[in-house]
């Protein structure tokens, strides 16, 4: 049994303490870290781990253990939307693992989590009890704020596991849940100092004709932003259940409106993993070939 977790922490300029939980991460058995993913501008860490389901879980309790006492959500600064440190805990299936079973497992999980931390938990996405926690952005792109002010009687938005304290002081909230598998994509910009706003305006309002919650694609939500590091206008993207969605149909639609909007695309971006069908399809596609898979592949070590 495998299953996948891609942990959102919002942290993503103290490198070494980066390194300080991926080395705790590969002390534990039965587990890959498949990729790392962090930005300045976002101040965000993305991690991809692969593992049997008692190890991944392990995971998480090993980056919450190296973060708990460090950092401090009140203190973050970044572009990114975000509810708390350990700001988003998804767990997908993998091999041998049915969704009915992980749902049921990540429960018991996100239970254990907050006996442990006291971090309070919404579940969400496929583990949501309610209406309202299915869809992450719901609550999260609502602000700290507003869950710091949430009372008693806000039923609605309360997270679904917690006691007296509805945020954390330091770490804020969780969301956790199974979900489908998801691909995280950015388009970067090309954004002249003197053309910065003018290029961020023409962005968002690309962003609202693309989004699926404006009557846009399907199974799409996107979020523009400045990086002033790289002094680039992000179109950052998330394409939901990516199992069942045209990942290159999206992707040269999202192509062909930024040329529309007057836009030249600097380069692109994956953040995390992407399912093998899809590169499988892709490649396919682009040489007409009439079968493909990635074990025609050899991965050369060449010196």
Not at 63 to 92: A, C, M, Y
Not at 197 to 214: A, D, G, P, Y
Request: charged share 25%; net charge positive; hydrophobic share 40%.
């Amino acid at each position: 049994m495998i299953i996948e977790t891609v942990p959102n922490i919002s942290e993503g300029k103290n490198v070494k303490l980066i390194n300080r939980i991926v080395n705790k991460i590969k002390l534990i058995p039965d587990i890959e870290i498949k990729d790392i993913h962090c930005d300045y501008d976002h101040n965000r860490s993305v991690f991809t781990i692969l593992g049997k389901p008692k190890s991944v879980f392990m995971a998480i309790f090993t980056i919450t253990d190296n973060v708990i006492e460090i950092l401090d959500i009140n203190k973050h600064q970044g572009v990114h939307p975000r509810s708390g440190i350990i700001d988003v805990i998804p767990f997908v299936p993998v091999k041998n693992v049915s969704y009915e079973k992980l749902i049921i497992w990540t429960e018991k999980f996100a239970y254990q989590f907050f006996n442990k931390y006291k971090i309070p938990v919404y579940l969400y996405s496929l583990s949501s009890k309610r209406p309202q926690t299915k869809t992450l952005s719901k609550i999260r792109n609502k602000g700290i704020e507003f869950i710091k002010n949430l009372s008693p009687n806000d039923k609605d938005y309360l997270p679904d596991i917690f006691e007296k304290e509805i945020f954390h002081p330091q770490m804020g909230v969780s969301f956790i849940g199974t979900r489908y598998p998801l691909i995280a994509f950015n388009f970067n910009i090309e954004t002249p100092n003197h053309k910065t706003q003018e290029i961020l305006s023409k962005t968002k309002e690309l962003v609202k004709e693309l989004r699926e919650s404006n009557g846009g694609i399907k199974n799409l939500q996107a979020l523009a932003f400045f990086l002033p590091s790289k002094k680039l206008v992000q179109l950052s993207t998330n394409i939901l259940k990516a199992h069942q969605t045209d990942f290159i149909k999206i992707y040269n639609t999202i192509v062909k409106k930024i040329k529309e909007k007057g836009l030249e695309l600097k380069e692109s971006e994956l953040v995390g993993c992407i399912p093998q069908p899809i590169i499988e399809k892709l490649i396919q596609n682009y040489f007409k070939l009439s079968h493909f898979n990635l074990k025609q592949t050899i991965n050369f070590h060449i010196h």
